[in-house]
């Protein structure tokens, strides 16, 4: 799913082409994290491996508290040591398959950024396989100087702010400015000597801080929790590995035909041991979970109710649930380790990591001993295994294999969980799985950075003053296009552009030449493009007598060819497609009713002007009343201009009669 589509925004300029810079094949839907240490480097490599390796354990301690009980799409965020090759030193390293939950990612961004802030001599990179899509998020605020061609080693966390490295635009800009892509040495050095110089524009930094705002509090906010009528067996695994939850959607969600042969008859998992249990799912999960239709086989003995049976949402959820479990435990056999518990506990590391737990309220007021405290010690002792005291040559467990070892050394009483059914916390409402239009549109809104607009009242639509659609096109006309596509104004609010009609012709006269030997094509170089932009400062020089004289032959050249354009135009019927500025007196105004076909001979020997803002409101207007209310080129036109036009409450079917 490409960044744009599962946003709901249409992606940039910046995105599409830093898609097609991307030069090494990557994982899709993956995030990459490198954290590399500043000043220097040591010279001593070992010296140097010691020191980020007690980093890791140090980041995975301090941050347990709000990774441990995080459930992850596909893989969880870790960290390992990475040994310097070529020109990339040594480093901390770290890649998450996010999957279709997006919001993992973000929340890695929103985790590498506070790990800059908390370890102020760490500098961090993240990229994913949309590339910089850091600055694909803040697309609509980057300098003009910064395309994915030069961005390569320029992005990085530093002391928690987001960090640009700028690239000379002028031969006498700072000696510290990279001429070329900055190695990773050198993006370092730069930004250990030039911290200040390097943040990125309020704008670029408010544009990615609202994508991760409200962690680590939006964590609790991202899940639901759902009863599921499911066996006794998969309840037990989940007290002990809620996470493991998503390993068994994904499972049901991208089953196949052989996947499911093995839930013909339930060998792990069997029907008759269900109970009532409540399960704690991601958003993303639980909607992957509910909206998919099933029908299990008949043999498998899962049997539904009628939909209209108060419980059917939970059978239904736990049957889906059971076959994901049986599918993950049928391609795996039990793993047994005898010293995984003893290696928790003898480890060096254990007795910090959980005192950091503990400072940072991990268990709550939960009472030491007490079974939702050893729930929450086991999910502790298993995140310590995995992230923190895992040794480097050590082969993990699938989760199939990690459910069938928990099934065989977990002792469990189906009436224990037969007696909690009656006191089981109440389940989420999923409203949020429906959306309305209006909720949609802020969602976009919303997504694309912008404020939610407000309706246009009654009141408002007899006074809406059309000027603002012809202003705003002119304000987008005055602006150059090239090759690179048409910029639209940033922000609604924008004031309209100044054209200054000498400034665009002495430019015009420096473009094309005055003399014979101008060149006639159409392809202009982009700096004679650029010098046209009406965002940058220009920096006229005063125009010669000489080049005076000959612009304004030019000028009046322009005018002889207009002239012999309209007398041409004149004898065809061109021109009545157009609404022109009415030359007459009001007199010959009310009585030209009765005589049109008479005067019309003599109408076209005078050419009346063409009333340019006139016929471009009524073509827009037009276009926009042929939508319908469905998006089409004049709504997102004006939208992206910040015009709103008022909704065509007066649209009748051109097949219906006119009364009269």
């Known amino acids: 799913m490409q960044r744009g589509a599962r946003e709901g925004v249409e992606p940039s300029i910046f995105q599409r082409r830093m898609e097609e810079n991307m030069k090494l094949a990557t994982v899709e839907d993956t995030v990459e994290y490198r954290l590399f240490l500043i000043p ?8 140097h491996k010691e020191i980020l390796l007690k980093y890791i354990e140090r980041i995975m301690t301090q941050f347990a508290p709000m990774l441990v009980p995080y459930i992850w799409q596909n893989q969880p965020f870790n960290l390992k040591y990475k040994p310097g090759k070529g020109d990339v030193p040594a480093h901390i390293f770290g890649m998450t398959k996010f999957g279709d939950n997006i919001e993992d990612e973000w929340f890695i961004v929103y985790v590498i950024k506070q790990i800059t802030k908390e370890f102020p001599e760490l500098v961090a990179r993240i990229e994913d396989n949309d590339g910089e899509f850091l600055l694909i998020e803040a697309a609509d605020f980057l300098p003009k100087w910064l395309e994915p061609d030069n961005s390569t080693n320029r992005v990085f966390f530093h002391h928690g702010e987001l960090c640009i490295i700028p690239a000379p635009r002028k031969p006498r800009a700072a000696s510290w400015f990279p001429a070329t892509t900055p190695t990773i040495p050198q993006a370092l050095h730069i930004i250990s000597t030039n911290p200040e110089e390097i943040l990125a524009s309020e704008s670029i930094q408010a544009a990615v801080n609202r994508r991760i705002r409200g962690y680590p509090e939006k964590i609790q906010a991202s899940l639901h929790r759902a009863h599921c009528f499911l066996p006794a067996g998969i309840a037990a695994v989940l007290r002990r590995r809620p996470r493991l939850v998503a390993a068994a959607v994904q499972a049901f969600y991208l089953r196949d035909p052989f996947d499911l042969r093995a839930c013909r008859i339930f060998k792990t998992f069997l029907p008759d041991t269900r109970i009532m249990t409540s399960v704690t799912f991601t958003k993303c999960l639980y909607a992957q979970l509910a909206q998919q239709r099933f029908v299990p086989d008949r043999r ?29 435990c049928s391609k795996s056999s039990p793993h047994f380790s005898d010293s995984e518990k003893s290696l928790v506990t003898t480890s060096p590391l254990w007795p910090g990591f959980l005192d950091s737990l503990k400072k940072n309220d991990y268990f709550k007021e939960l009472i030491e001993g007490s079974v939702q405290y050893q729930e929450k010690l086991e999910m502790a002792k298993n995140y310590f295994q995995l992230s923190v005291n895992r040794p480097e040559s050590s082969l993990a467990m699938s989760p199939g294999e990690e459910i069938l070892t928990l099934l065989q050394t977990t002792p469990f009483d189906i009436e224990d969980f037969k007696k909690e059914e009656a006191n089981l916390p109440p389940e989420d409402d999923d409203q949020w799985l429906e959306l309305s239009p209006d909720q949609l549109d802020q969602l976009l809104q919303e997504a ?7 309706p246009i009242s009654k009141g408002e639509e007899q006074d809406y003053d059309l000027t603002q659609v012809s202003e705003s096109m002119k304000a987008f006309i005055s602006k150059v296009s090239t090759h690179k596509g048409a910029e ?20 015009f006269d420096k473009i094309l030449g005055p003399g014979p030997h101008a060149s006639d094509s159409d392809d202009l170089d982009e700096e004679d493009f650029e010098c046209l932009d009406s965002d940058d400062d220009l920096d006229l020089e005063t125009q010669e007598p000489g080049e005076e004289a000959s612009l304004k032959g030019t000028v009046d050249d322009l005018k002889s ?6 007398q041409e135009l004149a004898h065809t019927s ?3 497609s157009f609404t022109t500025q009415k030359q007459v007196e009001p007199l010959s105004q009310t009585t030209s009713n009765n005589s049109d076909e008479e005067d019309s001979g003599a109408g076209e020997s005078v050419m ?17 009343s042929s939508q319908a209310g469905l998006a089409g080129p004049a709504s997102n036109l004006l939208q992206s201009m910040g015009v709103q036009l008022p909704d065509n409450a007066d649209h009748r079917p051109s097949s219906k009669p006119t009364k009269h």
């Open 40 to 47: 220097d480097e040591p010279t001593n490599p070992e010296k």
């Open 300 to 328: 498998s003995g899962y049997q539904l109710p009628p939909p209209s049976h108060p419980q059917y949402r939970a059978h239904e959820l736990g049957m889906k649930l059971a076959h994901g479990f049986e599918i993950l």
């Open 448 to 454: 694309a950075g912008k404020r939610e607009s407000e």
């Open 488 to 507: 639209l104004p940033r922000e609604p609010s924008e004031a309209p552009i100044t054209f200054d009609a000498d400034s665009f012709l002495n430019y």
């Open 561 to 566: 060819y207009m002239a012999q354009m309209d």
């Open 574 to 576: 061109i021109g009545k």
């Open 608 to 624: 009346s002007p063409v009333d340019v803002d006139l016929n471009l409101v009524s073509n827009i207007l037009e276009s926009y």
